[in-house]
């Protein structure tokens, strides 16, 4: 094989997006993926008839870059109906957005999640973070998000009963440690779009991409051994040797980290467990997000995606997706899931019993944790220097959305810097 000016090392959204971004700039690129299919972390799969996402993933409509990337309409978006069904005290409760869903006002004024003056705050907090440029959410003064919840004068039952189930499944940690620059991203997203699903699952998100590209620009079961960033030298598994003008480091951080032989260590990850279930019936009706809004037990939310889209279960047939915070070991996931029906028959009673259990997902390595500024710009201009250029939602605010603009960012600056060359 010739030489590729570029090589992007990792076929997540990341690099994807970058060799995207390449490509409408007349840069073509190679991308080496260790595994047998580009995705990384947004992976679908098919088990029994059912469409499995490697853990419950949502694309937020309201994403700036996703908005402009990818095309909405061709991934056939399903969407979430806005609000929660919040488990609290032994009953559901509906909590919804009443400029979203006027009708629902009523029902959520009435709402015993949270007290009228936390009503006032959220629909308060929901204006501020809409207004103003969505870059200059970057460059506000950052804390982490409970701080924030409190400064802003939320009632501790609230928090404990709403934000802590809700941003504890989108973080993927219970304390809200994460950085205000990712809440601020988050619930500004939540608060002007849809949480919605394409049709199928959400690995259609890394193939739209990569339908893109090139068919020869992706070479997959591709796995990078080491880089030499004097030479600019990647060797992969088998000693092929690929020898490139610029390198994307698009694998996650401690990937990058190994292969850089970085001596800073990387961030810590938040994992999550994922369970998914097939029933004959739905336990709820609404195509909602539901929450444990009680503190008590390993469920921390759950969704049926099959009320949302129809395909990804078979017909009659109900899919229930279920997430615990934290991984567990292969030999507790037993005890788990024996604990997590026993929560969710305490919740919709002894038919759960009859749900079919289909596979369990646990990821250590979901998200990056986010709870401090996470721009590592000197990192970043270390390895700009050097002609290998860091890529990845670490960088950004750790999403999906943050993944897609470092690949666009990354590609910006290999462009300038072949220009200047
Ligand atoms: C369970 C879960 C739930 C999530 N929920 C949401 C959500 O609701 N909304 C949201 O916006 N985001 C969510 N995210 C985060 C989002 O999925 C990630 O931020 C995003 O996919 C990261 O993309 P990336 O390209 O930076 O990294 P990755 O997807 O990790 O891609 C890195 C790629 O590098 C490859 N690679 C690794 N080592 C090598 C090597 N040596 N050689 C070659 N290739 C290599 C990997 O196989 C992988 O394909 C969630 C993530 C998980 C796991």
Known sequence: MSSPQVVIIGGGVAGLSCARHLLDQGVSSLILESSEAVGGRIRTDQVDGFSLDRGFQILLTAYPEASKLLDFEALQLRNYEPGALIRYQGKFHQFV??????????????????????????????????????????????????QRLNSEGFS???????????????????????????????????????????????????????????????????????????????????????????????????????????????????GVTCFYFAADVSPVEQPMLILNGEGVGPINNMSVPSLVDRRCAPDGKSLISISCLGVVENNAEGQLRREVIDQAKNWFGTSVGDWKHLKTYSIPYALPRSNSAFFHREKFEYTRRSGVFLCGDYLETASLEGALLSGRMTAEHLVESLATE
């Not at 009708?103 to 204006?127: H, Y």
């Not at 990647?234 to 040797?241: M, R, V």
Request: net charge positive; proline share 7%; glycine share 6%.
């Open 97 to 146: 957005d009443p400029v979203r869903r006027p009708r629902k006002l009523l029902s959520t004024l009435r709402s015993p999640i949270a007290t009228f003056g936390d009503k006032l705050r959220l629909a308060r907090l929901k204006l501020k973070s809409c207004r103003g440029a969505i870059q200059d959410l970057y460059f506000r003064p950052e804390t982490t998000t409970l």
């Open 156 to 270: 501790s039952g609230f928090i404990d009963r709403f934000f802590k189930p809700f941003l504890g499944g989108v973080f993927l940690e219970p304390e809200l440690a994460t950085s205000t620059r990712k809440f601020d991203l988050v619930f500004r997203m939540f608060s002007s779009g849809d949480a919605a699903v394409p049709a199928g699952g959400m690995e259609a998100i890394p193939r739209q991409l990569a339908s893109g590209l090139p068919s020869e620009s992706i070479r997959v079961n591709a796995q990078v051994k080491s880089v030499d960033p004097e030479t600019n030298t990647i060797e992969l598994a088998g000693s092929e040797t690929i020898v490139a003008s610029r390198i994307v480091m698009a694998c996650p951080e401690h990937v990058a980290h190994r292969l850089l032989e970085f001596e800073s260590a990387p961030l810590e990850s938040h």
